[in-house]
């Protein structure tokens, strides 16, 4: 089960770091991308994200 569990949190940060790489981000701060948790991954592509979407007016 501990190895499944590697597995998904390793293809997991791959996914992320291939989507950043698309948007030219190759590092946060000093770190490589291959460096960070995917914590740390999971939130620099969610502030990625939302910055790139315009505004919605209600």
């Known amino acids: 089960m501990t ?3 590697r597995i998904a ?3 997991r940060k791959e996914y992320i770091i ?4 698309q948007f ?12 960070l948790t ?3 991954l999971e ?3 969610e502030k990625w ?3 790139r979407q ?3 007016t209600p």
């Open 3 to 5: 190895s499944n569990l």
């Open 9 to 11: 949190i390793e293809k």
């Open 18 to 21: 291939q989507k950043l790489i």
């Open 24 to 35: 030219d981000i190759y590092k946060k701060g000093q770190k490589h991308l291959y460096e």
């Open 38 to 40: 995917l914590s740390e």
């Open 43 to 45: 939130d620099l592509y």
């Open 49 to 51: 994200i939302v910055q």
């Open 54 to 56: 315009p505004f919605s």
